[in-house]
């Protein structure tokens, strides 16, 4: 789901304290455990500041040459949804990075197999998600 401030939906919905709140986030993967579903917010708008106090955590986790990958805006948003995306799988932050650049040099390959399959341009499901019982993944 696309917001105007992660962290701001967090805080009004209750997922955040105000002490929490932290600028420039620019994906958050939460789940419902009554519905055993997961929903990814993404800002609606992606600055700077957001991308570049994301480097050097990626660079502490993988190295700078991933890192270094993540200024080019299309990767950075590539690498950010496939990320949240392993949050889903269980991963932690750091094999979620792992698992986000490994499909990001799978990608070309990937399009090719789901073209000749026919599986791409499934529409994903946007979940209507109960909130009232939640736990937060960062
Ligand atoms: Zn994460």
Redesign the pocket.
């Known amino acids: 789901m696309i917001v105007d401030d992660v962290e701001k939906w967090c805080l009004d919905h209750g997922i955040i304290k105000e002490l929490e709140y932290r600028p420039f986030r620019v994906a958050k993967c939460l789940y419902s455990s009554s519905e055993n579903k997961y929903l990814i917010l993404m800002a609606q708008l992606i600055t700077a500041d957001m991308m570049t106090s994301t480097n050097p955590v990626v660079a502490m986790r993988l190295g700078t040459e991933y890192a270094d990958k993540l200024y080019d805006p299309n990767l950075f948003i590539r690498h950010t949804v496939l990320?949240e995306i392993g949050?889903t799988k269980g991963l932690s932050?750091e094999d979620?990075d792992s698992f986000a650049f490994n499909e990001m040099s799978n990608y070309g390959e990937t399009q090719q197999q789901a073209e000749a399959d026919g599986s791409l341009g499934v529409e994903l499901e946007c979940p209507q998600l109960n909130l009232s019982v939640r736990r937060t993944e960062?």
Do not use: L, V
Request: charged letters at 20%.
């Open positions: 990320h949050h932050e979620s960062i």
